[in-house]
């Protein structure tokens, strides 16, 4: 009785030990499976009793029942906020089999006992058949492009840890009843006694594992090898040291225009990290996929891009230019041929990605040594030291990879690249630095003392580095399900009658109070009261998120909706001399460029255009209507012109508008950051019309003004441009 119906209740408590077994949904249900498979046979194993094929089912129905008891009592007294179709979902697909596989093998395990077979044999053969199986699963993930699995004792792994959001196919469910449909072919083989019912019984089981995985396997989210991915996007386009892989669509001018900017980038950063690192012709496969959901499926990452270091390949989708993720995957695979005695990764994660961090510089308000010092002084990290062991994938991406990409970077500043490659292939601190890595962590931490530490509140800072992980957010999964549109048995994960875009951001606030969310329903209460429909209790509410002076960004962001509701009032003396006097009261608070723009916006508004004119353009930012004008007059003021800029698809934006602008001398009195967004913007208008010689103009005079945190990835796009601008024979 115990190892069947006691086990699985066990089996079912023990992930809420661990942070992330409290979430009941992909890693709870998945704990559960693995506790199931390993104890009940352990329980067979141990006891010294036999049951009767009577008394088997009845505590296999039972222990079924008592798995799922936790999970019953934490959702009907509402202890989980987590989405009960979530659980459901993976309980099924994650418990459910190994469940079944759990009894199957510990009958199997009872009956050879009663055949005279030892205790110490049958551990034996059930260890060699874990332990082979899950080193080939291991060997297929290492070898083999695709990071994601479905696997009869592993279950179905989703891919990378980062994410966040777990799409499902037929092709799941069809192997994992297969899964289940094996462990039923083993059971029945095991406690039927009646040859005649036993051998059909089998069979037809065997025969339904066989349909099901063989339906199963037609699948993309099942198939495994390069050739695989090959054939799901046939299309390739060669370069230098890569091969761009994709699926064409030849009637999609915004597809065509976005894979050139991606096969231009690929040109370019290519050979400049090859020129960097020192490695010639590395072979990458650039794999762009459809959307996010077919990366997930197909490959196992969604909007976490990964590397395989094997291939090598990177893999990636359709974003902006410049793509957010590309260069950062092409130092993984380029690095890849000289790193860690040939492994092709350092296994130290602080190194891999912190290398790929410091050489592929992203366009951000912090910079990575801005960001690491306030990690740092405001402890945001418990033991900064952790980072540089296997806890690295236990912190937040924003924390770990900022913290990690701060160190290489200063071990590029002080000892140049060829120590930090000697570091990264093998080499110990000492070899590479001549010191100690304690000495070298310590020395870095000072210098980010010295030149990086902020006096007072740092509002944006705090904000970027806020989310905790993955592994220790409340519901991450439900987070990201219950704000999807539409997906495959998205019906069975959603409640009955669920419509995102107006349960979503209630929801998010019941969860946690989370001020993000929080402040996202006040603006959609706002839009709504704004189109006439009355919200008694919508001041009152706004107030409270609202201090003075703010704590953290929300508290900005609600001033910014308050003024908005003033503006609604009729209230714009009032709203211009608040905003005033809140943009010098914030000027210290290191809130961060875009709403230090969104106030500059409303004040300048308020300030300089003729009521008239800038109704519209409040409304715009407000968010209650979202028409643009056709064109600008002749005689518009700057803030005018620049929300034109801002907010118009740069293809739409005529060359006569462009060099019109180009001219206007911007105001003196503006912040740094509006000198910024104008010429990026300039420049991106001229890259969209085929100028390349004005775009390089343009992101020239962005990067001379940048701050740290931007600078250097404009200085790569410049060059970037440059290089696009010789003929291709003249750099392949």
Not at 14 to 41: D, Q, S
Not at 200 to 223: D, E, F, I, K, Y
């Amino acid at each position: 009785m115990i190892k069947y119906s006691l086990i699985p209740i066990l089996a079912a408590l023990l992930p809420l030990l661990l942070p992330m077994g409290r979430n009941f949904e992909y890693e709870y249900t998945t704990l559960n499976a693995y506790a199931c498979l390993l104890l009940i046979p352990f329980g067979a194993l141990i006891d010294p009793s036999f049951l009767s094929l009577k008394k088997r089912l009845l505590f296999m129905l039972a222990g079924v029942i008592g798995n799922l008891l936790p999970a019953l009592l934490v959702f009907g007294w509402n202890v989980c906020p987590c989405a009960s179709g979530e659980f459901r979902t993976f309980w099924w697909l994650q418990t459910l089999p190994h469940l079944t596989l759990g009894f199957a093998v510990g009958s199997w395990i009872e009956h050879a006992r009663r055949q005279g077979l030892s205790r110490i044999r049958l551990l034996l053969i059930c260890g060699v058949v874990l332990f082979t199986s899950c080193l080939l699963l291991a060997a297929q993930i290492w070898w083999e492009p695709q990071k994601r699995a479905t696997h009869i004792f592993a279950g179905f792994l989703h891919g990378a840890i980062y994410d966040s959001w777990i799409p499902l196919d037929a092709g799941v469910a069809w192997m994992r009843i297969s899964h289940i449909c094996l462990a039923l072919a083993l059971l029945i083989g095991v406690i039927l006694q009646s040859r005649r019912l036993r051998w059909p019984a089998v069979t037809l089981c065997l025969a339904a594992w066989l349909v099901c995985h063989w339906q199963g396997r037609q699948s993309p989210s099942q198939s495994h090898g390069l050739a695989a991915l090959i054939t799901a996007m046939p299309e390739t386009r060669l370069g230098p040291g890569f091969t761009l892989h994709y699926r064409n669509r030849p009637l999609d001018g915004n597809f065509q225009r976005r894979l050139e900017n991606i096969y231009q980038s690929a040109r370019f950063h290519s050979q400049d990290l090859m020129r960097l690192l020192a490695v010639d012709q590395p072979g990458v496969h650039i794999f762009v996929y459809p959307d996010r959901e077919s990366k997930k499926l197909w490959f196992g990452g969604d909007g976490t891009d990964i590397t395989d270091v094997v291939t090598p390949s990177i893999h990636i989708t359709l974003d902006g230019w410049p793509h957010p993720t590309l260069r950062h995957e092409l130092v993984h695979a380029i690095a890849s041929r000289f790193a860690y005695h040939g492994i092709g990764f350092h296994p130290n994660m602080a190194f891999t990605e912190g290398l790929a961090v410091a050489l592929a510089p992203r366009d951000d308000d912090m910079s990575l040594h801005e960001g690491a010092a306030d990690i740092i002084q405001n402890r945001r990290v418990a033991q900064i030291e952790q980072l540089f062991s296997p806890l690295f994938w236990s912190e937040s991406g924003s924390r770990a990879y900022t913290v990690a990409g701060s160190l290489i970077l200063y071990l590029l500043e002080q000892g140049g690249l060829d120590k930090v490659k000697a570091l990264y292939a093998g080499s110990s601190w000492e070899e590479a630095f001549g010191q100690s890595a304690e000495h070298i962590i310590k020395a870095w931490q000072t210098y980010l003392r010295a030149h990086y530490t902020r006096v007072g509140p740092a509002l944006q800072a705090e904000s970027l580095y806020r989310y905790p992980g993955i592994l220790r957010d409340a519901c991450p999964h439900s987070k990201a399900m219950l704000s999807k549109v539409d997906g495959i048995f998205l019906g069975q994960r959603q409640p009955k009658g669920w419509v995102p875009a107006q349960d979503y951001w209630p929801w998010r606030v019941r969860l946690d109070q989370d001020p993000g969310a929080r402040i996202l329903v006040l603006q959609q209460r706002f839009r709504v009261m704004a189109q006439g429909d009355p919200d008694p209790s919508f001041d009152a509410d706004l107030k409270i998120l609202n201090p003075h002076p703010p704590r953290i960004m929300e508290n900005v962001e609600a001033f910014i909706l308050a003024t908005d509701r003033r503006i609604q009032l009729g209230e714009w003396i009032e709203a211009r001399d608040d905003l005033k006097a809140y943009i010098n009261l914030v000027q210290e608070l290191h809130v961060g460029d875009g709403l230090l723009r969104q106030m500059w916006v409303r004040w300048l508004l308020l300030r300089d255009v003729p009521e008239d004119r800038n109704r519209s353009w409040l409304r715009l930012l407000a968010g209650i209507e979202k028409q643009l004008p056709d064109d600008l007059p002749a005689d518009v003021s700057w803030i005018e012109t620049y929300l034109f800029l801002r907010n118009k698809p740069s293809a739409l934006i005529s060359m006569k508008h462009l060099d019109r602008m180009s001219q206007i001398p911007l105001p003196d009195e503006l912040p740094a950051t509006f000198r910024l967004e104008w010429w990026k913007f300039l420049g991106e208008g001229y890259l969209q019309k085929g100028d390349l010689l004005l775009a390089i103009a343009m992101y020239n005079r962005a990067a001379m003004i940048a701050p740290e945190g931007s600078r250097a990835s404009l200085k790569l796009v410049v060059e970037e441009l440059k290089f696009r601008k010789k003929p291709q024979s003249a750099v392949n």
